[in-house]
């Protein structure tokens, strides 16, 4: 891609993202406690399921390397 068409694109996408931000800052300016209890409980949910990942990850990587190492055997 050229730099002049990024530089374009990456502009307009800047200038959308940074008005939807503002907008729902202003918008949700009163309610900001309820919004942020709300993102809270998601936020541990969140956490909750990405540590689950990162251990599946794991132990699934680790039974990949156990494979391989039995089959160089």
């Known amino acids: ?3 002049a ?3 374009a694109f990456t502009v307009i996408g800047c200038v959308v993202w940074c008005a939807v931000l503002t907008t ?3 918008e949700l300016g009163s309610s900001y406690r309820h919004v942020l209890k ?3 409980d998601a936020g541990y ?3 909750a399921l990405a540590v689950i990942a990162v251990v599946v ?3 699934h990587r680790l ?3 156990r494979a391989e190492q039995a ?3």
Request: hydrophobic content about 60%.
């Open 57 to 59: 990850l794991f132990f």
């Open 45 to 47: 949910v969140l956490a």
């Open 24 to 26: 729902v800052g202003y």
């Open 5 to 7: 068409k990024f530089l």
């Open 71 to 73: 089959e160089r055997t």
């Open 38 to 40: 709300g993102f809270s």
């Open 63 to 65: 039974r990949v390397m």
């Open 1 to 3: 891609m050229a730099v």
